[in-house]
């Protein structure tokens, strides 16, 4: 289960919408809770670094802007507790590519962007084997 901030699954939503037609990514910064639940307070939006063409079906984050986004994180007293990008016409579920560029722990948001529209958001967490992604209950917090 991971608790977000309400403001912060509209940014993540207006980020999908304004990097459209292309893929946009960035960083989730919370807490883990000892029960293994994960709070979000902040989206740490950051550039993909994929090549024009490859930005439509697939995000990568440079390691210097994840340190980057790690560092402020710290700065605030935060963790990266997760990553979100877009899916430009395609359903919030998240790829093959994805699942072979995912760590276990974290999770991952996938926002649905049809025609410039934010239309679906759904948050995936890998088993802990690493075969396939599992829907996580996303609950909202308005602080
Ligand atoms: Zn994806």
Known sequence: MITIVEQQLTEMRQHGERDYPFECCGLMLGRFESNGHKVVIETYPISNAREEEAKRNRFLIRPEELMRGEKYARAQSLDVVGFYHSHPD??????????????????????????????????????????????????????
């Open 90 to 143: 395609e359903p919030a579920v998240p790829s093959k590519y994805d699942l072979d560029h995912a760590w276990p722990t974290y999770s991952y948001i996938v926002v649905s962007v049809e025609k410039g529209q934010a239309v679906d958001l759904q948050s995936w967490e890998m088993e802990s084997d690493r075969s396939r992604f599992s829907e996580e209950v996303i609950a909202t917090s308005q602080v």
